[in-house]
Each structure stands twice: as structure tokens, then as C-alpha cells.
């Protein structure tokens, strides 16, 4: 089996079926990643608040956002619904079915209490993300940047959203790739001060290219002053050009500036001190100072496995069960533990299905026949592209339909 596809131009090519198989593998990946394995077959309810699922909401039954429910139940119960896709939830319970429906009936699991008291719901329930709370896919909000969860309060933001200055973006390297593994947003810095106190897991923003806050351009002007599609406009008096008056005014936004940082890193200290006045933190925590990455008005963004080097000491997990982030202690609550887990699954399952449907109920004389069958034309189509590769000739449909035409008669001689 081939896959026939058209260029820009019009001219047809075809891909082996290696290549094919290769593609349909990587959409699979991506939707065991975000289902975590599950096969919805059964509904999670009986799992109780599972660390991490795959949620789902339906906005012809809830339109408030006020309920969500497991992957089953999204194909057996919402089919045909306007339907919104979560990706993952901590601490969720399948609420399909229950008072939140009216009178609709969970058809996997119909003894369900009446409310999930544990469950938190966010805009995202809604179908809006962000601050700007628009919809996802947006096409009109793609120059907004790449969306973002945060680790906290698990909403969605639009990398020009974040609270970040003009002149810095959300860490990347060289090729424009994240350099950090999670994110909390600005809203929720406040609810872990904690974290000022551990400056190795803070990555600082990266700096736009070309970008700086001191950068004046002198443009010329008719009259007046100010400030104009993202020029400094610098003032002209009687056709003079008013450089120093433009400087002085930049020296002044220089100087506020400094007192915004100073108001900026009191606000830190306080916070910090609140902390310690509260807790004490009689622990190793309390010798590490606060960091000067960490800017409040400003998302976090931080390093692989920080949640790993949390003090443990039983001061600060009580603070962590007050602060209600005590779940940043459990592995098992991250994206990258919900995914790995996804993937053991996944081997797990073709580990057991690879090749036992296909040479179930064959007999013996059968199954090997097949396999050397399989083989031969293995052998034979890596015969027939090896001068293509080597001339780089673009395999065609012909091409194919030829191949498998000598490999029919070859059977038939054969036989």
C-alpha cells in the first residue's frame, strides 16, 4: 500500500510505506501523550481524583464551564456535542452524569454523587484561555506566540501575555527552543514566595533580539514631541533639533524606572519576609537568598526536576499544604511523569498486539508462508527504490503500479 500525495505544482509523488506508517505513528504518539494511554473504554469515575487525566468539557450540556468528564465519556456520552479538548487536569473526578447535567445520565457509570467537591474548574471549561480569555484555535491569535501552561493554576497564556516587558521574551536558545520545563504565571507567583529563596531554579527571560529600553531614535518632526509607533520622536525648535531635551526626558524615565525596581524588590522582601515571619523555615532553605531573576509582576520560569530539590522539612510542608501546592511534591503530578507513563502503556499494548492479530488463526504452515512471503517483498521493493535514491528521482504512482504489476506476475509464474 502506498500513499499518493501532489505537490504545489500538481506532479504526483508517493511515499513508501514505511514512510506512511512513520506519520500515522506520530499522530498516535501525540494522542496517547494527551490521553495518557487511556483507550476510553471504561469511565475514570470509580478511580476517584486521579492525579492526572485527560479532561474534557462540553459546552452543550455545561455552557457555565462549571464540569468536565474522562475521554470515555466524551465518545460515548457527548458524541456530536461542542465538545472542548482540556489536554490534562490534576485532582479530577468524572463529573458526567451527575447534578451539574440536569437530567442526563452518564451511560458508562449511572451511580455518581451528586458533586465532585474536590474538582476545580478554570475559564479553560468555557472553551477561553489566557488573560485576553479568547478561544483555542484561534487563527486570529497567532501573533500572540506560542500558548503556555502554568504549572499552578494549569490556564493557558499567550507568550505576549505573560507579563513580560517589551524588550524580554520567555527563555529560548540559539534556535528558538524553551530553555526551561515549567512555567507559573504571574498571577500565581504570589501564592509561592517560597520559590525567592531558590534562585538556581529560576531561568531569567531571554532578551528580545535587537531590542533595548534605552534605544532612542532621532526622528525629524514638524512639531510637538512624544513618542510614535515605537520611535522616540525627538522635538525641533525653529528647525533645530531639541537632542538634549529628548535626553533629559529619557534620563527621568531612567530614573523612574529605578524606582519602579526598588518598589519592585521591596515588594520581594516583604513577601519573603511575611514567609519567614509565618514559618520561621528553621531549614537549609533559609540560607539561600532572595534571587534578583525573580521579579514580581512577572511569570517563573524554571529548570527540569526543580520540584525535586523543594525542602522537605515538616515547616515547609505544612506551608505547602496551606499554600494548597503541596502537589508540586508529588512526582507522579508532573507533565513529563503523566507522558512517560503514556508511552510504557503504549509499548505495553503493541508489545502484546505486534503481529498476534495478524497471524491469529493461521496455522503453522500458514503463518511461516506468510512471513516469507512479507519478507520477499520487503527484499524486492528496496530493490526496486534503491535507483531512485540513488538518482533522486521522485518515485511516482506508475512507478508503483509497475512494481507491484512484476511482483503479481512474478506470483503467477511462480505458481
Request: charged share 25%; with cysteine; hydrophobic share 30%.
Amino acid at each position: 500500500m502506498v500513499e499518493i500525495d501532489g505537490d504545489e505544482n500538481g506532479e504526483e509523488y508517493v511515499s513508501t510505506l514505511d514512510e506512511y506508517m512513520a506519520r500515522v505513528e506520530e499522530v498516535e504518539l501525540e494522542a496517547d501523550l494527551v490521553l495518557g494511554g487511556d483507550e476510553g473504554k471504561e469511565c475514570t469515575y470509580n478511580q476517584g481524583y486521579m492525579k492526572r487525566q485527560a479532561v474534557f468539557s462540553c459546552l452543550t450540556c455545561t455552557p457555565n464551564g462549571d464540569a468536565g468528564f474522562c475521554t470515555a465519556c466524551s465518545l460515548a456520552c457527548h458524541d456530536g456535542h461542542e465538545v472542548v479538548e482540556l489536554w490534562t487536569r490534576r485532582h479530577f473526578r468524572c463529573d458526567c452524569g451527575n447534578s451539574k447535567y440536569g437530567q442526563s445520565m452518564c451511560k458508562l457509570q449511572a451511580d455518581k454523587e451528586t458533586v465532585n467537591s474536590e474538582n476545580v474548574y478554570n475559564q479553560n471549561f468555557k472553551g477561553v484561555y489566557c488573560t485576553c480569555h479568547r478561544v483555542h484555535p484561534d487563527p486570529e491569535g497567532e501573533a500572540l506566540g506560542e500558548m503556555l501552561q502554568c504549572c499552578i493554576c494549569e490556564d493557558w497564556f499567550h507568550e505576549l501575555h505573560l507579563g513580560l516587558p517589551p524588550t524580554l521574551q520567555f527563555p529560548r536558545d540559539e534556535e528558538g527552543e524553551p530553555t526551561f520545563d515549567e512555567l507559573i504565571c504571574k498571577s500565581c507567583v504570589p501564592q509561592c514566595p517560597f520559590l525567592f529563596k531558590y534562585p538556581n531554579f529560576v531561568v531569567a527571560p531571554s532578551a528580545v533580539p535587537d531590542a533595548s529600553a534605552d534605544h532612542v531614535e532621532i526622528v525629524e518632526q514638524a512639531n510637538g514631541s512624544g513618542i510614535e509607533n515605537g520611535k522616540r520622536e525627538v522635538p525641533e525648535e525653529n528647525g533645530i533639533l531639541q537632542v538634549d531635551s529628548a535626553l533629559q526626558e529619557l534620563s527621568n524615565e531612567t530614573k523612574e524606572d529605578s524606582v519602579i525596581k526598588q518598589e519592585n524588590q521591596s515588594t520581594k522582601n516583604e513577601l519573603v519576609a511575611n514567609e519567614d515571619a509565618v514559618y520561621g523555615h528553621p531549614c537549609g532553605m533559609k540560607n539561600e537568598g532572595p534571587t534578583a531573576i525573580i521579579q514580581p509582576g512577572q511569570p517563573l520560569f524554571l529548570l527540569r526536576s526543580w520540584r525535586t530539590q523543594l525542602c522537605r522539612c515538616p515547616t515547609c510542608l505544612r506551608m505547602y499544604s496551606e499554600r494548597a501546592v503541596d502537589f508540586l511534591l508529588d512526582s507522579d503530578d508532573t507533565l513529563q511523569a503523566y507522558e512517560a507513563s503514556a508511552k510504557r502503556k503504549r509499548d505495553e499494548t503493541r508489545a502484546q498486539i505486534d503481529g498476534a492479530d495478524l497471524l491469529k488463526g493461521l496455522g503453522h504452515v500458514q503463518q511461516i508462508e506468510l512471513l516469507h512471503g512479507f519478507n520477499d517483498m520487503t527484499s524486492q521493493l528496496k530493490t526496486f527504490l534503491a535507483p531512485f535514491g540513488e538518482s533522486g528521482r521522485t518515485v511516482t504512482s506508475a512507478d508503483i503500479h509497475d512494481f507491484f504489476a512484476t511482483l503479481n506476475q512474478k506470483k503467477r509464474r511462480h505458481n
